[in-house]
């Protein structure tokens, strides 16, 4: 018998087999059970694959008992203080951080790539004006794949890499024209002279003609302090290795679709309030409580099994310590405090909850701590920025998440079309 290996005995029958322990390079190693089913005739039953790794991937790491993240070996502590978001999606994308005369090509290449073509903004004007963004955004960024029919070829690393930069670059536009489109307003196209993060909030806030408002003391509305927190907020959503929408985003790389429609995919299953979606819950969820006081009534909602009532932004499936993408956001969010002026009733109300909660043995026993969308969800509503955006704030700094694992998985020689088996009990 293998050292390194696990046996399965068929009780049923006396049967005994041996299958592989495959070492990671960190965190748990897996058994690899590609042979199970032509072995023993049985499937293996995991409903929201809790224990099964459904890819072999090098992008990133999460060790969910440490509450530790890292995008190719770098912590995102550190990716967070010190990197832009920009450096993170080279990061993410080529194995290493960019050089300097790499990271300025990199930019001006997003700069020019951020515009659409015209034709998209009738499909967008096309949708009702309330219209949530994250659905113009979904069926836009579908879309895309009948203006870039190509890149289907990866023997040619130039061309995905401008299909990366491509989805990058535009989403944002998209976004923005989204938000624009459910206000009736005019859309205003990308200023070239502007830094990815602020052209978004250019893009957002201008006024026709691209003017931005200016104060009585003549100040600008897009200022340091939020494009700064805004990168940040970019740089911790970047990638989260085998979530659910990334497991969607593969799931249709595997049956040969474009990339353009896998990352559309992608952003309709973000949209979810188990996933994404939780961010803009966080805060309906902080407006229906209304007060401090009603606080211990919706915590005894949270905890009674009869209500379907969930805490926004609490719990996770992977981290069961703490989510570290949240204890960065937490320091930004003090930091931003005095800055941003941040909306003092809804903060206390959260910051009631997150007392309550991580001292009540119904959330400690569950490993139940605030997770990303708790934290950014308050930061966002500091920046004005409308609730209705905060997913699609997501989707734009996950967007090189996505693409880098459609990259990996295309580029895997091992991968198959994912086809999951059933345990069925039907007539
Ligand atoms: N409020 C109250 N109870 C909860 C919550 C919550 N937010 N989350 C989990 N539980 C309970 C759940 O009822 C269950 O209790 P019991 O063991 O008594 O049945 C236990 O905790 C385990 O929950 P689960 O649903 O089995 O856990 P999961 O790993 O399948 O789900 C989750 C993870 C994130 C979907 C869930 O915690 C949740 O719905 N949270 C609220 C939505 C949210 O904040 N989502 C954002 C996740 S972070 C952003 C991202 O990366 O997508």
């Given at each position: 018998m293998q050292k390194n290996s696990m046996t399965f005995i068929d009780n049923r029958t006396g049967n005994s087999y041996e299958y592989p322990i495959l070492?990671?390079?960190?965190?748990?190693?897996?058994?690899?059970?590609?042979?199970?089913?032509?072995?023993?005739?049985?499937?293996?039953?995991?409903?929201?694959?809790?224990?099964?790794?459904?890819?072999?991937?090098?992008?990133?790491?999460?060790?969910?008992?440490?509450?530790?993240?890292?995008?190719?070996?770098?912590?995102?502590?550190?990716?967070?203080?010190?990197?832009?978001?920009?450096?993170?999606?080279?990061?993410?994308?080529?194995?290493?951080?960019?050089?300097?005369?790499?990271?300025?090509?990199?930019?001006?290449?997003?700069?020019?790539?951020?515009?659409?073509?015209?034709?998209?903004?009738?499909?967008?004007?096309?949708?009702?004006?309330?219209?949530?963004?994250?659905?113009?955004?979904?069926?836009?960024?579908?879309?895309?794949?009948?203006?870039?029919?190509?890149?289907?070829?990866?023997?040619?690393?130039?061309?995905?890499?401008?299909?990366?930069?491509?989805?990058?670059?535009?989403?944002?536009?998209?976004?923005?024209?989204?938000?624009?489109?459910?206000?009736?307003?005019?859309?205003?196209?990308?200023?070239?002279?502007?830094?990815?993060?602020?052209?978004?909030?250019?893009?957002?806030?201008?006024?026709?003609?691209?003017?931005?408002?200016?104060?009585?003391?003549?100040?600008?509305?897009?200022?340091?302090?939020?494009?700064?927190?805004?990168?940040?907020?970019?740089?911790?959503?970047?990638?989260?290795?085998?979530?659910?929408?990334?497991?969607?985003?593969?799931?249709?790389?595997?049956?040969?679709?474009?990339?353009?429609v896998a990352i559309s995919a992608g952003i309709s299953a973000l949209w979810g309030r188990a996933h994404g979606g939780a961010n803009e819950s966080v805060i309906a969820q902080l407006e229906m409580i209304g007060h401090v006081k009603n606080v211990p009534a919706y915590i005894a909602k949270a905890k009674d099994k009869d209500d379907p009532f969930r805490l926004m932004g609490f719990g996770h499936r992977v981290y069961k310590n703490f989510d570290p993408r949240a204890k960065v956001l937490k320091k930004l969010q003090d930091q931003l405090k005095e800055e941003l002026g941040l909306d003092s009733e809804l903060m206390e109300i959260a910051q009631e909850i997150e007392k309550i909660a991580l001292s009540d043995p119904y959330f400690v026993s569950r490993n139940l701590y605030p997770n990303i969308d708790f934290y950014s969800g308050v930061i966002l509503y500091a920046l004005k920025i409308p609730r209705n955006m905060f997913t699609a704030i997501f989707v734009i700094g996950r967007s090189v998440g996505w693409i880098s694992q459609w990259i990996e998985f295309k580029k895997d020689t091992t991968s198959k079309i994912a086809r999951p088996r059933q345990l069925y009990t039907g007539a």
């Open positions: 070492e990671a390079t960190r965190g748990s190693s897996v058994v690899d059970i590609k042979s199970f089913y032509v072995d023993t005739g049985l499937f293996t039953y995991d409903p929201g694959f809790t224990s099964t790794a459904s890819c072999e991937s090098k992008i990133t790491f999460i060790d969910g008992a440490k509450g530790e993240l890292r995008y190719r070996g770098l912590a995102i502590e550190e990716l967070a203080q010190d990197h832009t978001y920009l450096e993170v999606c080279f990061l993410l994308l080529n194995g290493r951080l960019p050089q300097q005369v790499e990271l300025e090509d990199f930019d001006l290449e997003l700069r020019h790539r951020a515009f659409v073509d015209e034709g998209l903004k009738g499909l967008i004007l096309s949708f009702p004006s309330q219209a949530h963004p994250m659905a113009i955004l979904s069926s836009s960024v579908s879309a895309l794949a009948s203006f870039y029919y190509e890149h289907l070829n990866l023997e040619d690393e130039r061309s995905y890499q401008e299909m990366a930069s491509r989805i990058i670059a535009k989403i944002p536009t998209l976004a923005a024209f989204a938000y624009r489109h459910s206000l009736g307003i005019p859309f205003i196209y990308p200023d070239i002279e502007r830094s990815f993060t602020e052209n978004f909030l250019y893009m957002m806030r201008a006024y026709p003609g691209g003017k931005m408002k200016i104060t009585k003391e003549g100040e600008q509305t897009i200022r340091q302090v939020e494009i700064d927190a805004l990168d940040t907020i970019f740089t911790l959503h970047a990638d989260h290795e085998q979530n659910a929408s990334t497991t969607t985003v593969r799931g249709v790389a595997s049956t040969g679709a474009h990339p353009y």
